[in-house]
């Protein structure tokens, strides 16, 4: 079969509109559930529907986009990622694996090619968590991995996810229609940036993604006593945040000099009063541990946990630490794996395999169809930054790994 290719101008022009929703000076702020979010996805939803999809949004938000392949009764192939981002993130993450899928579509058409499988196109809700600590939300539902947490999710402002989800069509309440079966699904494939330092480093253009890290993500209570700056004597305090220092030491080096993880990052924290002349009365701190082995994420909450009372003790601060949610790492298939590997050669691409640090909508997926991811780098690995940037030119190599290896799939699967 001769090599198909995408359009690399159709393809970066749209990356340059989306990129334009929610963009800022201090980055992009596609939050889930904004009225940028609702933006974003109707632009896409947009482009969808001039590409001849079929598009429905299921109860938990997810877009889902359909052509038809010869043979109906065949499992779907299913590509997507998501369209959120994180607070001043980048263009790119998610985005990508959005375009990327849909220039696919729109490349088939110019090909007058149909597929024997149907071909989907998923975009998936609240990926990142950014309000809830709930992430993978939408990829989660649809692989019926969602947990009572996630039903009575209530973020800071006190607004529920049940009630956000509404300005996106979906339905809390009826949130378990959003699952599907295995089987209804042949594979899925995610394009997505890297977000880290090593296609980048080595000057390879593809990422095969061997396996998506595990992750555990804590909310954390230091409860002190908030004094009079002035007057109340040093051996007299209780000091939330002098003893939220002593946590947030402790949970790099149980990833560091402990090595009982990959990473830790405490990257959220409150002070209150928070006020230069009052002594710090209640620190609160979000936390993570990210790492490919869940027992070992397990073994690093138990040494937390240990950890935080020994501060406790020394300090007179009280320390709640909850957990709030433990993703499952995920396994590529291995003969998916093959088939990107396939489609990069085709196309004279070198390619190398890689493990994700970052979480993806495709660990979901992996509970009800076989995956696999597609790499492309981030430029200094930089990525949830405004500063976030892959090449108009590495953005079309994936698009064309991603449809390759799709016409791949579809050729060789009975
Ligand atoms: O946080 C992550 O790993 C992903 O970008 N949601
Ligand atoms: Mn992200
Ligand atoms: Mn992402």
Redesign the pocket.
């Known amino acids: 079969m001769a090599v198909a290719r995408v359009d690399p101008q159709r393809l970066n022009g749209t990356l340059e509109s989306l990129g334009n929703i929610g963009s800022t000076p201090e980055g992009m702020q596609r939050i889930a559930f904004s009225p940028a979010d609702v933006d974003g996805r109707q632009f896409v939803i947009d482009l969808m529907q001039q590409a001849g999809l079929a598009v429905r949004v299921d109860t938990a938000g997810n877009v889902i986009a359909r052509r038809a392949g010869r043979d109906g009764e065949r499992p779907a192939i299913a590509m997507g990622?998501?369209v959120d981002t994180v607070p001043s993130g980048g263009r790119y993450?998610?985005a990508v694996?959005v375009l990327g899928a849909i220039e696919v579509v729109r490349s088939l058409n110019d090909l007058d090619v149909v597929t024997r499988h149907p071909v989907e196109v998923l975009v998936f809700t609240n990926?990142?968590g950014t309000r809830y600590h709930r992430w993978l939300f939408g990829s989660r539902a649809m692989a019926g991995l969602l947990e009572p947490a996630d039903l009575e999710a209530v973020d800071s402002e006190g607004v529920s996810m049940a009630e956000r989800l509404k300005a996106i069509g979906g339905d809390m309440v009826r949130v378990s229609e959003a699952g599907r079966q295995k089987g209804e699904l042949c594979a899925y494939l995610e394009l997505?940036?890297e977000?880290g330092p090593v296609l980048h480093r080595s000057g390879i253009p593809v990422g095969v993604v061997t396996g998506i890290t595990g992750r555990i993500v804590f909310d954390v209570r230091v409860i002190g006593a908030a004094n009079h700056a002035g007057t109340t004597p040093m051996d007299a305090r209780k000091d939330a945040l002098l003893a939220a220092s002593r946590l947030i030491q402790a949970v790099n080096d149980i990833a560091t000099s402990e090595g009982m993880c990959r990473v830790g990052t405490v990257g959220m924290m409150t002070v209150a009063p928070n006020a230069v002349n009052v002594v710090p009365g209640e620190v609160g701190l979000g936390a993570e541990f990210r790492d490919i082995d869940v027992k070992r994420l397990e073994d690093a909450e138990r040494r937390l946990n240990e950890v935080s009372q020994q501060i406790a003790a020394a300090t007179g601060a009280e320390i709640l630490v909850k957990r709030e949610e433990l993703g499952q790492s995920a396994t590529t298939s291995g003969s998916l794996q093959d088939m990107v590997v396939a489609a990069a050669q085709r196309l004279g691409l070198d390619s190398r395999p890689i493990p994700s640090g970052?979480?993806?909508?495709a660990q979901a997926m992996a509970a009800i169809t076989d995956i696999a991811m597609v790499f492309v780098p981030s430029v200094d690995g930089l990525s949830h930054s405004p500063r976030e940037y892959t090449t108009p030119e590495a953005c079309a190599d994936g698009a064309n790994v991603l449809l390759n290896t799709l016409l791949m799939i579809d050729e060789s699967l009975d």
């Open positions: 990622s998501h993450d998610g694996g990926e990142e997505h940036i977000q970052a979480g993806h909508d």
